[in-house]
């Protein structure tokens, strides 16, 4: 846990962000796995762990916008607890870590709402993203459950999404340490990538390094030799000789900051000169969005620049045609690159995704487009110093979304379907690195994971 101080000045700022009234967040409850006693791993709300620190089951916090009070609703545990749980410090004793004087019965909190309603004071929440978190709201404040998503506070979310974007020095170091992990995971993957291996005795491996080092987890890994499908979990296959196999794996640390990086490796440590041939391409693309990043430019554009260096290099070895600028005009790009180039990281993975996509992503100024591809881009408006973000272009051959736009020989003008064809079983290409706006421009962050082929080669023949 970071110190008191540093949750209560969060709480602070976040005070100036709002008008009046309360501020609800509610912490996350263990949820049962296949029983009740038997529980999936806790993982606290992160905009909770943001505020108000407390890493455990069933504790509210509330902000008191008008007598700038903050309190804390938790139930002490008894001594049957305790024989199966050991020793747990008070409620009160917790509060204090994190700069709360004020702390009271979980049951309490009904009272202050209700009193709060009866005043007609706004009460202000997040959009709750757990069914017994909004059941417990549709109570508290008389909202059908259909509706409690769509009555959190928007001044809430934009004050909460002001602040958890931009990460202070505190937040950069337990990011890079989780992408100090994210190496180890990596680079042992490159070494056990060989022909013969199971993709889950990696998936299984790296799963180990995250959870002895940091851990969980930061998403379920992504590992396999299908790589063509964006977020494949299964993890049965076979390693063979010619396949590429997709890595894409992170780690949260124990405060909960997250990496995501991904790596595309060579089944066997040697490229093929046609893996080469794509690889480059999508290596030249991330080297281009990084060098791209600085404060004040729209990532939109970052990500069109990307999808113009992934048309090039395609149009150089005949899979596309014509003018690059015009194809990615056109939406020609995402038959191989369909989806965003990135998304902030931080407490979350994707960071902050469950207040809304568009309100973290978009503003008056850049809104979300519906195209095919475009749409998919999760964040679109101008960077910020502090942003932390991830830049992570992939080339992909989806043999159903091939036959979709072969079929209609759609844009046909930009695409060589025949050449496309020699393709269809590659699989897929993403290199992903976690980058921090400076600045002047961004810093990549963690060690350095082998990327070039020459390094990625070397990791995997050592
Ligand atoms: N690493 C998974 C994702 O960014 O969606
Ligand atoms: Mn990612």
């Given amino acids: 846990m970071f ?194 291996v199971v993709e889950r005795e990696i998936a299984g491996t790296l799963e180990g390094i995250a959870l002895a080092n940091g851990g969980p987890v930061s998403f379920p890994i992504i590992l396999t030799i299908n790589g063509q499908t964006l977020h494949n979990h299964y993890h ?22 997250a990496s995501d990086i991904t790596r595309t490796i060579p089944v066997g440590g040697k490229f093929s000169q046609r893996q080469k041939e794509i690889y480059e391409i999508v290596l030249n693309t991330n080297l281009a969005a990084i060098a791209a990043v600085k404060p004040g430019v729209i990532f939109r554009d970052i990500h069109l620049l990307a999808a113009t260096e992934i048309a090039k290099g395609l149009i150089n070895l005949g899979l596309m045609k014509g003018d690059p600028k015009d194809a990615v005009d056109k939406g020609a790009h995402t038959l191989f690159f369909p989806h965003g180039l990135g998304h902030p990281m931080g407490l979350d993975v994707h960071d902050l995704e469950g207040l809304g996509e568009n309100h973290i992503g978009y503003d008056e100024e850049i809104t979300r487009s519906k195209e095919f591809g475009l749409a998919f881009l999760r964040f679109g408006r101008r960077l910020q110093k502090d942003f932390v973000m991830t830049i992570e ?26 050449k496309v064809e020699t393709y269809r079983d590659f699989g897929g290409i993403r290199i992903e690195d976690d980058i921090l706006v400076t600045d002047t421009g961004c810093r990549v962050l963690g060690t350095p994971i082998p990327k070039t082929i020459a390094d990625v080669e070397s990791m995997m023949n050592m």
């Fill in 236 to 257: 049965g296959n076979i390693l063979s000789e010619g396949r590429m196999l997709v890595i894409d794996a992170g780690c949260e640390s124990e405060l909960h900051y």
């Fill in 3 to 196: 110190s008191a101080k540093v949750y209560s000045d969060r709480r602070e700022k976040l005070r100036k962000e709002l008008l009046s009234g309360l501020v609800f967040f509610p912490g996350n409850s263990d949820v049962p796995f296949n029983y009740p006693a038997n529980i999936y791993p806790f993982r606290q709300d992160s905009s909770f762990l943001y505020f108000f620190g407390l890493d455990r089951s069933d504790v509210f916090g509330v902000m008191d916008l008008d007598d700038g009070n903050d309190y804390i609703f938790g139930n002490d545990v008894g001594i049957d607890d305790i024989i199966w749980m050991g020793k747990q410090s008070t409620i009160r004793e917790q509060g204090q870590k994190v700069g709360v004087e004020k702390t009271a019965l979980l049951k309490e909190i009904g009272v202050m709402i209700q009193a709060a309603k009866n005043k007609g004071r706004k009460i202000h929440f997040l959009p709750p993203y757990r069914s017994e978190i909004i059941i417990l709201i549709s109570g508290l404040l008389d909202i059908p459950i259909t509706e409690v998503r769509a009555n959190a506070s928007l001044e809430l979310i934009r004050g909460v999404v002001k602040l958890r974007m931009k990460k202070d020095v505190l937040e950069v170091k337990e990011i890079e340490q989780m992408i100090d992990v994210a190496y180890k995971m990596h680079t042992t993957g490159m070494k056990m990538a060989k022909p013969g």
């Fill in 393 to 418: 272009p992939g080339i992909y051959f989806i043999p159903d979304l091939i036959d979709n736009w072969k079929s209609e020989n759609k844009l046909g003008e930009f695409i060589d379907y025949d």
